[in-house]
């Protein structure tokens, strides 16, 4: 846990085995932390800091996100090729959804409450229906994609494409790609300011962020 | 109707006259500016830390936090996008998450707009 305000360690909580990605409810300030070599979810009390419980999902989880319309917690289980639905207030695992054959990058669109989940291995993205968690789609997106995010404030959806050091940009009412970007050498990590709309992408072999926004 | 009134009339309509033919001549210039929003690009180019891998962005102050499989996390200034820090975490990481999400009162309107 770093502080915010001062950038400090201000403490370690132990988790599973192999711990991969985390996410935040913004609901509750519970914190998911997906394990991947023990197939569980680890629940960290945003307050208390404490692991209050673990939950079993499929095998090699490695993508986590909340809905922060409904609390729900999605897990892209990799090697299951699935994703597991999680009750944010009981903890209860209520669905799995299949969705390809190597879920690794998940976010929810703030706008829609649908989820995007990446398919490392099938080179596209699952649209899936936050309500009724039916799969209704899937994107055609650039090679190995790796992570996505949503832009709260347009509803774009960005997708990095590892091998092709792109990102792909959806369009999250037609869930189009309108647009492909080239970034930096191997594109993996994403993140979206909710302030600015600033797209922030971390390219792994040459050690810099690229920043995607509009054109001034 | 004196030459003063006619002119002062005259002066008014050339007035909205010249608003009309600019906000005309505005209208592509404003179009074009528009046009492009949902073509994103790449805008900056930061140096971060070795290897980087996760990244997650403070809904509060808008830093930006990039976990890097070498070791330390970077802290970038949202505002100007330059490395304002670094912590040592001693330990290898792979993701970052801030954790408090946007509230009802500090996330942003969403804009009208559908695009990147």
């Known amino acids: 846990m770093i502080n915010g305000r001062t950038g400090t360690v201000t403490g370690t909580i132990g988790v599973g085995a192999y711990p991969d990605a985390l996410a935040v409810s913004p609901q509750t300030g519970k914190v998911y932390v997906t394990n991947a070599a023990a197939g569980t979810v680890s629940v960290i009390d945003g307050k208390t800091n404490t692991v209050t419980s673990t939950i079993a999902v499929g095998a090699q989880p490695v993508g986590v996100a909340v809905s922060p319309r409904t609390g729900k917690v999605y897990v892209a289980n990799a090697n299951a090729g699935t994703v597991s639905v999680i009750n944010g207030r009981t903890g209860a695992v209520t669905g799995t959804i299949g969705v390809g054959q190597f879920p690794q990058g998940v976010a929810v669109s703030p706008r829609t409450g649908e989820v995007y989940v990446v398919d490392h291995n099938s080179d596209n993205v699952s649209v899936i229906n936050g309500r009724t968690g039916a799969v209704t789609g899937t994107i055609g997106v650039g090679t190995y994609p790796v992570a996505v995010a949503v832009s709260p404030r347009t509803g774009g959806v960005y997708v990095t494409n590892a091998y092709d050091n792109t990102v792909s940009v959806i369009n999250g009412k037609t869930n189009t790609v309108t647009s492909t970007v080239g970034v930096g050498d191997q594109p993996v990590g994403v993140a979206v300011s909710p302030r600015t709309g600033k797209v922030y992408v971390t390219n792994f072999y040459d050690n810099t962020v690229s920043v995607i926004g509009m054109p001034r | ?116």
Request: with cysteine; net charge positive.
């Open chain 2, 1 to 116: 109707m004196s030459a003063g009134k006619f002119g002062k009339r005259f002066a008014a309509l050339a007035a909205v006259l010249t608003a009309g033919f600019g906000l005309a001549a505005a209208q592509p210039a404003d179009a074009a500016a528009r046009a492009p929003a949902c073509q994103p690009v790449v805008i900056q180019t930061i140096g971060a830390v070795q290897l980087p891998e996760g990244v997650a962005v403070s809904p509060r102050t808008g830093k930006v936090y990039v976990a890097g499989i070498g070791g330390p996390v970077s802290v970038i200034s949202g505002r100007t996008g330059t490395v304002t820090g670094t912590i040592p975490v001693g330990f290898t990481t792979y993701a970052v998450a801030s954790a408090r999400g946007p509230t009802r009162s500090t996330s942003p309107a969403p804009s009208a707009a559908w695009c990147g």
